[in-house]
């Protein structure tokens, strides 16, 4: 397979990828990328291409240009990961910018508050409660005070069933 590059300073900036050469780039990230592709090939093609002859099929030649160390690898993810972070960073704080102008902000809605948490917050408080009132939609009213006289014992209704069990014959 040929390749219309001849000089040094061009190979930096194309690679091969499946027999194709691709144009030169100007994002950074994408020159990482390509750096990390290029080191994989030039250390799994002779392996490759052991595997190939061993079944009788014709072996890839080598990637054009000087091979990839493993240095210049690991400086090239380094660097693709850093902007990759970067990036993430950028797109979050632009999300942000967005929601805030289209009036999308994020709302938090906090949790409402339990008969425990509001009777713990009293205690802690040192506040006297004579009794806490739940209603229907879900608020706690605290009623301040001494506690009354325990009068939830008495019903009208156990006068009225012990009455009528009083009149049962057994």
Known sequence: MTHPITSTSEVTDVTVL??????????????????????VSDVL????????????IEPEPPRPGPPVTAKEAK??????????????????????????????AEKRRGRPPTLVGVAKQASQAGIEVARYEVKPD???????????ADTSDINSWDEVLNAADEKRPS
Do not use: C, S
Request: net charge neutral; aromatic share 10%.
């Open 18 to 39: 499946g027999g194709h050469v691709l144009a030169p780039v100007r994002d950074p990230r994408e020159r990482a990328w390509r750096v990390m592709v290029d080191y």
């Open 45 to 56: 093609t002779p392996a490759f291409n052991q595997m190939r002859a061993y079944y009788g």
């Open 75 to 104: 400086a090239a993810a380094d660097e693709y990961w850093a902007l990759e972070a970067l990036r993430a960073e950028q797109r979050k704080t632009e999300l942000a910018e967005w929601k805030t102008i289209m009036g999308h």
């Open 138 to 148: 879900g608020t706690i009213i605290v009623v301040i005070g001494a506690p009354a």
